[in-house]
C-alpha cells in the first residue's frame, strides 16, 4: 500500500472514530439513602425520590459528526428531604459510564404539633449544655396555631426548646429539656404547657 493509501486509511479511521465516536450519552443514578422522601430538581427536572429508591436518567454529553467533544457534562442536582438539609451541588456526568450520587441524611427533624388552645408564636433551641438560645426556629412570620403542625430540622445533639405560646406576653413560654435526636431520626411532639421530653410511657394494663 501507498503512504497515501495508509495516510487516507488512517484519515478514515478517525473519521469513522470521531463520527461513531464514544457514547454521546452517559447515564446518572441518583440513589436516595436518606431516611425520608427527596424532593427536588435534576438538571431542572423537578424529581420526587422515596427512601431506599433511585431516580435514573440519561444526560446527552455533546459532540457532533467527526468532532470529538467533551467527555463529561455538568448536572445540578438540588433539593431536600425532611432529613436533609437543602443543596445545591453540580455532579459531573461521564460519558459512556453511569454516575451515581447518593442522598444521605445529614440532620435530624422535629414534628410539632401544638395541641393547645393558643398558638406557639416561636420555638428556639439551645444545646443541652448552654445557657443561650438561638433564634426563631419558625419561619418568619409564621406562628403554630392550635391543631397545627410544622416540621424543624435540628442537628443531632441534646437540645432544649424554648416555646412561646402567649401572643399577649413575650415573657410566657416554656422550656422542654433535654431532646436527643440523631442524624436521620425524626421526632414527634404533641405539646401542651407542662409537656415533658420524653412523654411518660402509658401505664402497663391491669391483670
Known amino acids: 500500500m501507498?503512504?497515501?493509501?495508509?495516510?487516507?486509511?488512517?484519515?478514515?479511521?478517525?473519521?469513522?472514530?470521531?463520527?461513531?465516536?464514544?457514547?454521546?450519552?452517559?447515564?446518572?443514578?441518583?440513589?436516595?439513602?436518606?431516611?425520608?422522601?427527596?424532593?427536588?430538581?435534576?438538571?431542572?427536572?423537578?424529581?420526587?425520590?422515596?427512601?431506599?429508591?433511585?431516580?435514573?436518567?440519561?444526560?446527552?454529553?455533546?459532540?457532533?459528526?467527526?468532532?470529538?467533544?467533551?467527555?463529561?457534562?455538568?448536572?445540578?442536582?438540588?433539593?431536600?428531604?425532611?432529613?436533609?438539609?437543602?443543596?445545591?451541588?453540580?455532579?459531573?456526568?461521564?460519558?459512556?459510564?453511569?454516575?451515581?450520587?447518593?442522598?444521605?441524611?445529614?440532620?435530624?427533624?422535629?414534628?410539632?404539633t401544638n395541641m393547645h388552645l393558643r398558638s406557639v408564636n416561636e420555638i428556639a433551641s439551645r444545646p443541652c449544655d448552654s445557657?443561650?438560645?438561638?433564634?426563631?426556629?419558625?419561619?418568619?412570620n409564621r406562628t403554630i396555631p392550635p391543631g397545627s403542625t410544622r416540621t424543624i430540622q435540628l442537628a443531632a445533639g441534646c437540645w432544649d426548646l424554648r416555646i412561646n405560646y402567649d401572643s399577649l406576653s413575650a415573657e410566657v413560654f416554656q422550656v422542654v429539656n433535654d431532646v436527643n435526636i440523631e442524624t436521620g431520626q425524626i421526632i414527634e411532639i404533641e405539646w401542651t404547657p407542662g409537656y415533658v421530653y420524653p412523654p411518660p410511657a402509658p401505664p402497663a394494663p391491669a391483670r
Open 131 to 140: 445557657l443561650t438560645f438561638g433564634p426563631n426556629l419558625l419561619e418568619a
Open 2 to 112: 501507498t503512504k497515501f493509501g495508509i495516510r487516507a486509511l488512517i484519515a478514515l479511521t478517525i473519521f469513522a472514530a470521531g463520527f461513531s465516536g464514544c457514547s454521546q450519552e452517559g447515564t446518572l443514578v441518583i440513589k436516595n439513602s436518606a431516611t425520608t422522601e427527596f424532593t427536588g430538581f435534576v438538571d431542572g427536572t423537578q424529581v420526587t425520590i422515596d427512601p431506599s429508591d433511585s431516580y435514573e436518567t440519561t444526560v446527552y454529553i455533546g459532540k457532533s459528526l467527526a468532532v470529538i467533544g467533551p467527555d463529561q457534562f455538568p448536572v445540578v442536582i438540588s433539593g431536600s428531604a425532611t432529613t436533609k438539609l437543602s443543596f445545591s451541588e453540580e455532579v459531573d456526568v461521564i460519558s459512556g459510564e453511569t454516575t451515581t450520587f447518593k442522598i444521605a441524611d445529614d440532620t435530624g427533624a422535629l414534628i410539632f
